[in-house]
C-alpha cells in the first residue's frame, strides 16, 4: 500500500500550486472534489497528510466534520485572505508571503514536514490488507483467529510485552471487521495525565468548567461506528474505569457537564504489558471491567519464543531502511543469523526495528557483515537495562535456548553435528528442542 497526499480544494491557484510542487513532493498528490470520497481512496492508498481548502470547512455537513475531527492523521489547511495566503496546520498558524514562488516553496516544505507515510512495523502488506510477518506456527494461528473473530462486534483484549506488535493486531482486526469504513481511534492510557485523560475520552459540554469555552468531543464519541483502541488499558484510574465500565455496558457516554448522556456504538479494543489479572488482585483493575473487555483474548509472543521470526524481521527492516535512507545494500552475510539469535530481544520487535536501522546507518559497503552486527547487540546490552527473569529457572531454561539456537545456526541446522558439539544425542536434542519450542524447519527458513 503506497502512500500519497490527498487535497480537497477547490480554488484554482492553490491546485495550480500543489500541481506545481508534485513534482518534488516525496508522494503522489491526488485530487478530490469532498470529503466523503476519504474512505474510498483510504482503501486502496495510505493517506500521509490531509490537505483542505479554509473555506470548504464551513461547507462540511456535520457527519463530515466529526469525521474530519476524528482523523489521526497529519491536516494541513491552506486559507487565502486579503490577497494573503496562510498555511494552516491544526496546531497553529504561519502567515506565507503574498509571493506565488516563496508561498509554493513553503507550502513544499511543510508538506513534506507533515507527510507521514505508512509507518514501518511487524507488518506488511498484501493489496490494501496488512499481514502480520510471522513465520510462528502458533502466532500464525493467533492471527487466523483474530481475522475470524474480526467481523463480531465483540470486544478483545490483547495482552503481550512491550514491542510485540498490540497496536498492529489491533489495527487488523478493524481493517477486517465491518468497521473498516472509518478510521480506528487510538488512545494511549499511560501518556495522558489523569487529569486530561477523562476530557479525551468523555468530552465536555461548553462552559462545563473553566477554559471550557467550546464543546470537546471525546475520543470514546469520536470512535461512533468504528473501533476505540485503548493502549496501556491497566494503567487506567480507578475513577476512569467506573465511567468506562458504564459506557461499554450502556453504549451511552456521559460528557463532562451535560445533562443527557450520548448514545455510541463503539467496538473497544484493548491492550496491556501488565499481568491485568495480578493487578486485578492487587485492587488495581476492576473485574468488572475486565470482563467486559475480555470477550476475546489474544496473547502475543515475544520475539524470544519465536526465534525463527527474528531473521525474517531483520530482513524487512534492512529493506525498509535501506530503502529509506538509499543505502546501497545487497547482502546479509550468512553469519549474521547466528547473532540475532543470541540475543534475547527483551525489546522485541520495537528493539529488532531501532537495532535494524542502526545497523544500516553504520554499514559502509555492500554487505551487512557479522562483526557489525555483534558490536551493535554489544552496545545494546551495554546501553539498554538488563533483562531480568522471574525465577533462577525461567533463566536457566532461556540460557539453555539460546545456547542451542548458537548452536544449531553455527552447524548449519545439522541435528547430528549440533548434539555431538552438544555433547549430547539428537534424541535429547529434540526433546530439548520440542520443549523450547524451536522449530528447526521454520529456522531453515529464516536463514534464507
Not at 130 to 156: C, D, G, H
Request: include cysteine.
Amino acid at each position: 500500500m503506497h502512500s500519497i497526499a490527498l487535497a480537497v480544494v477547490r480554488d484554482e491557484t492553490i491546485r495550480e500550486a500543489l500541481e506545481e510542487i508534485s513534482r518534488y513532493f516525496m508522494a503522489p498528490i491526488e485530487f478530490v472534489a469532498s470529503l466523503t470520497e476519504f474512505s474510498r481512496v483510504s482503501k486502496r492508498k495510505n493517506i500521509g497528510v490531509l490537505i483542505l481548502e479554509y473555506t470548504r470547512l464551513f461547507q462540511l455537513s456535520e457527519e463530515e466534520r466529526v469525521f474530519f475531527y476524528q482523523l489521526t492523521i497529519p491536516r494541513v489547511i491552506i486559507t487565502q485572505k486579503d490577497g494573503e495566503y496562510y498555511l494552516v496546520p491544526i496546531q497553529g498558524v504561519m502567515r506565507i508571503s503574498e509571493s506565488a514562488r516563496i508561498f509554493r516553496e513553503e507550502l513544499l516544505r511543510k508538506l513534506q514536514e507533515y507527510f507521514r507515510p505508512v509507518p514501518v512495523e511487524s507488518v506488511d502488506f498484501e493489496g490494501d490488507r496488512p499481514v502480520f510477518l510471522t513465520r510462528n506456527l502458533k502466532m500464525q494461528e493467533l492471527l487466523n483467529s483474530a481475522i475470524r473473530i474480526a467481523s463480531y462486534n465483540t470486544q478483545v483484549l490483547i495482552l503481550g510485552e512491550s514491542g510485540t506488535g498490540k497496536d498492529v493486531l489491533a489495527q487488523i482486526i478493524h481493517l477486517h471487521s465491518n468497521r473498516r469504513e472509518l478510521p480506528m481511534i487510538k488512545v494511549n492510557c499511560a501518556a495522558i495525565p489523569e487529569n486530561l485523560l477523562e476530557t479525551e475520552l468523555f468530552g465536555y459540554k461548553k462552559g462545563s468548567f473553566t477554559n471550557a469555552y467550546e464543546d470537546k468531543i471525546g475520543k470514546i464519541q469520536m470512535a461512533n461506528g468504528s473501533t476505540l483502541f485503548l493502549d496501556e488499558i491497566a494503567e487506567l484510574a480507578p475513577s476512569l474505569q467506573a465511567k468506562l465500565l458504564r459506557v461499554v455496558e450502556t453504549g451511552e457516554v456521559d460528557m463532562i457537564g451535560a445533562e443527557e448522556p450520548v448514545k455510541v456504538d463503539v467496538r473497544f479494543i484493548s491492550a496491556t504489558n501488565r499481568d491485568i489479572l495480578h493487578e486485578i488482585k492487587k485492587g488495581n483493575f476492576r473485574s468488572d471491567l475486565y470482563y467486559r473487555l475480555n470477550v476475546v483474548s489474544f496473547h502475543l509472543l515475544p520475539l524470544r519464543e519465536r526465534p525463527e521470526d527474528i531473521p525474517l524481521l531483520f530482513q524487512h527492516y534492512v529493506n525498509y531502511f535501506k530503502a529509506k535512507y538509499q543505502k546501497e545494500i545487497d547482502a546479509i552475510s550468512n553469519e549474521v543469523n547466528r547473532y540475532l539469535l543470541e540475543y534475547p530481544w527483551p525489546g522485541n520487535v520495537r528493539e529488532l526495528r531501532h537495532f535494524s536501522e542502526r545497523v544500516v546507518l553504520k554499514t559502509t559497503s555492500g554487505t551487512i557483515e557479522p562483526d557489525l552486527i555483534r558490536e551493535e547487540i554489544q552496545l545494546f546490552q551495554l546501553l539498554e537495562k538488563e533483562h531480568q527473569p522471574e525465577s533462577l529457572h525461567a533463566y536457566l531454561a532461556n540460557q539453555e535456548k539460546h545456547y542451542i539456537l548458537r548452536m544449531l545456526t553455527r552447524n548449519e541446522f545439522r541435528i547430528l553435528d549440533t548434539a555431538r558439539e552438544l555433547g549430547i544425542s539428537r534424541v535429547s536434542l529434540f526433546r530439548k528442542m520440542r520443549k523450547h519450542g524451536i522449530d528447526i524447519h521454520q529456522l531453515k527458513k529464516s536463514s534464507h
